[in-house]
């Protein structure tokens, strides 16, 4: 057995999602060879599902990952109803819409998993972090983010929704408003501060006394020189 990986560092409740952003099957075979499912989740998005689809996801599994299938649907009622039962077909652990397809087409999505046995959990995008109050505005939206997340995350709690995907610095304030049991499934997290992409960051340890149920971290474990040294570090460090 790795000594990293002795009974103190082992967490069979990870609350650590790896975001697999790989082209391929290849190099995202290569790269979950070094990670162990006792320690995180994997989220398998847009890029990789186009690219590798069902058979990969069922791969992972097969490893004892369990899956984030972030494929964001936004689509009328009884498509999306239709993708989450394949989802819950599959054993997909969580899968995710935007709760800008409306009330109706979320209400039809949680009725299409209500009666599986371990369905997956749904999870609703409210406003995307790569957006400002500028591209709310263009897009007719004139409500300052902050106030128009917490009235997506409500209208997703009220549909059957278990949860959302949004910014760690939104998790305070939706932890208090939306109570204990939803899911708060957080992005852009950073273990030092880096000149990327992300702007609004937090570390691991602030995102989840934020009140983070999940981290979702790519970078920064995918391109880290030993992933699972990180791995290790960050579940530690949130213990
Ligand atoms: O590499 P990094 O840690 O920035 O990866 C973050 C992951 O979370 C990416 O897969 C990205 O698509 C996803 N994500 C995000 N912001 C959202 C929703 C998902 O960064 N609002």
């Known amino acids: ?8 560092v082992i967490n069979h409740d990870s609350r650590i999602i790896v975001a697999l952003d790989f082209p391929d099957e290849k190099s995202t075979l290569n790269f979950v060879r070094n990670l162990n499912p006792n320690l995180c989740r994997l989220k398998v998005g847009k890029e990789l599902f186009t690219a590798s689809g069902r058979s990969l996801v069922e791969k992972l599994m097969t490893q004892g990952f369990d899956i984030f299938l972030d494929l ?6 009884n498509t999306v109803a239709a993708a989450c039962r394949t989802a819950a077909e599959m054993g997909i652990w969580i899968t995710d819409m935007h709760t800008m397809g409306g009330r109706r087409m979320m209400e039809a999505a949680a009725n299409a998993v209500a009666n599986y046995r371990n369905r997956p959990k749904l999870i609703g995008v409210t406003v995307l972090t790569s957006m400002e109050e500028g591209d709310l505005a263009e897009i007719g939206i004139n409500r300052p983010i902050n106030e128009m997340v917490l009235h997506l ?27 204990d049991s939803f899911l708060l499934v957080t992005p852009g997290i950073r273990l030092v501060s880096l000149n990327d992409d992300q702007r609004r960051t937090m570390t691991p340890i602030e995102a989840i006394r934020a009140g983070a149920s999940y981290l979702v971290i790519g970078r920064p474990i995918t ?7 990180v791995l290790v570090q960050i579940n530690q460090s949130i213990m």
């Open 1 to 8: 057995m790795n000594p990293l990986l002795s009974d103190s």
């Open 72 to 77: 964001k649907y936004h689509d009328i009622p």
């Open 153 to 179: 995350a409500q209208m997703a709690q009220q549909s059957g929704l278990d949860g959302t995907v949004s910014s760690a610095q939104e998790a305070k304030i939706l932890r208090q408003k939306m109570g």
């Open 223 to 229: 391109r880290a020189e030993n992933p699972l040294d």
